[in-house]
């Protein structure tokens, strides 16, 4: 995995936009950041809950960590990009989406 990849999985989202966040991009949906590239964009973050994170760390220790700080126990989860397979990045990138964007939009994209 590396940060094109990271960043084609985020943008195939529905409505998921990139923008720029002190100085590094981040992904949006609706205005709401659930995903970014670390500066040098040797790294990601997705935005989970406490519970997705753990699993996501139980099943995949090289590739994903809790964030630093109180945003990695509220579920920032850090993606060490050259250690992640690309399925776990999407499932991952997929929860964070779902987990930001408004929910009439995660209906809609079920639905699909």
Not at 18 to 42: S, W, Y
Not at 63 to 86: H, K
């Amino acid at each position: 995995m590396n940060a094109v990849a990271f960043r084609k999985l985020a943008l195939a989202l529905p409505a998921a936009v990139e923008a720029a966040h002190m100085g590094h991009p981040d992904f949006r949906v609706c205005g709401k950041i659930f995903a970014t590239l670390g500066p040098g964009e040797e790294w990601g973050m997705v935005k989970l809950t406490p519970a997705q994170q753990a699993e996501l760390v139980r099943a995949h220790p090289a590739a994903f960590e809790p964030a630093a700080g109180a945003w990695g126990r509220r579920g920032a989860t850090t993606v060490r990009l050259r250690r992640a397979q690309e399925e776990p990045v999407r499932r991952a990138l997929l929860d964070a989406w779902r987990n930001t964007a408004p929910e009439r939009m995660t209906r809609e994209y079920d639905e699909d």
